[in-house]
Structures are given as C-alpha cells and as structure tokens.
C-alpha cells in the first residue's frame, strides 16, 4: 500500500484540534486507509485497461473512452467541452486525442450549428465500427479486474462512492469556468485554461 503522509506527525502526541491551531485537516486512520486504497486503484487500474485496448485494438484507454461516449451520443455527435467531461480528460489532452483520431477517420469536428463559437465531435460510420469491434475485449478485461471480485452490495457501494467523488470534481471544474476572468486564463486555484474561446480551446 502506498506511504504517503496524510496523518499529523503530532497526533500520536494529541495535539490540539487543528481548527484552533491552523493546522492542515490531518486524516484520520480510517480517512488515510480509505484515501491509499483510492490511490492505489488510481494508479494500478489504467494500466492493465490501457494495455488491453492497445494490444487487442490498437487504442489507448483515453481513445476509447472518447469514442466510446460519442457512440453513446444522441446522434453520435457531442460537444467537445462536454466530450472532455465524460472522458475524464482535460481540454487540452482531448484536443491532441481528437486530432489523432480524426486523421484517422474515425471521428469528424465542425463547428456546433446552433452555436458557431464552439466545435462538436462527430463519430463516423469507421468510428463506430472501431469502438463496437473494441467493446467486447474492453468489457472482458472490466469484468475481471473490477466486477468479479466485489460483491453486489460492494458495487453498489463503490458506485456510490465513486459518484460522490465525481460529483464533486464537477462541480469545482463548473466553478472554475464560471469565475475564470479571461478566455484562455485559468480560474484561480483552476488548472484548466477557460473554455469556450476558440476550436484550439475544444469547446
């Protein structure tokens, strides 16, 4: 298991509470076992996903994940900053993805026609065929690493979980764009530049 500091070096001395002294919110022991379990799914899952997709048909994981919500699309066809949102992918990195697979015919941009500013994603007929040929491998390798070991009261908890978590993370990226002061400029505490201003921005 990960070793990463998160508990007070003084709390096995009882220091005071730490909303009286200024100290940083320290986890618990339960809070720092939940949160290294967290991470090490983090940091172990993606790679034997990606490799599967990469050795049985030729994508990466991320690739997958774009193809496969705009499959998912009312006709196949997403916006390219909310395209980045179900794919769980920054802007910039779905910009660099969408060119790669546009160049290889497997999704097409153009501006939204309801909204010229910004730039949708559309699937093609080979797009589809590549993530329906995927699906199958990729739902395989899902089952065995996550749904078989767990129980059915431990996926509903996880789901739960994992909802909440994300849930969260959308809602301070909401708020990031909302409050950012200029297009092209990150919000403060915000990673992501604004959103929205041009195609090299994927809105």
């Known amino acids: ?58 994508l990466t994981l991320f690739e997958y994940l774009v193809l496969s919500s705009l499959s998912k699309a009312p006709d196949r066809t997403s916006r390219m900053s909310e395209l980045a949102r179900l794919a769980n992918g920054s802007q910039s990195r779905l910009s660099n993805v969408a060119r790669r697979l546009e160049e290889r015919g497997w999704l097409r941009r153009e501006p939204d026609p309801r909204d010229g500013r910004s730039t949708v994603a559309r699937l093609t007929d080979r797009g589809w065929d590549v993530v329906r040929a995927a699906a199958p ?60 201003c041009d195609e090299g921005s994927a809105s």
């Not at 220091?15 to 172990?44: C, F, H, I, K, Y």
């Not at 034997?48 to 990469?54: E, F, K, S, V």
């Not at 809602?171 to 990673?191: I, L, T, Y």
């Open 1 to 58: 298991m990960l070793g990463t500091m998160t508990a007070s070096p003084q709390a096995a001395a009882g220091s005071a509470n730490p909303a009286d002294t200024g100290e940083p919110r320290w986890l618990s022991s339960t809070e720092t076992e939940a949160w290294q379990a967290v991470a090490a799914l983090m940091l172990q899952l993606p790679g034997p996903l990606d490799a599967q997709l990469q050795q049985d048909s030729g």
């Open 137 to 196: 491998g990729h739902v395989e390798a899902v089952r065995r690493m996550v749904i078989d070991p767990l129980t059915e009261p431990q996926l509903e908890a996880l789901s739960a979980a994992a909802h909440s978590i994300v849930g969260g993370l959308e809602e301070a990226s909401q708020a990031c764009r909302e409050h950012a002061p200029d297009c092209g400029e990150p919000a403060p505490g915000c990673v992501e530049p604004t959103p929205g």
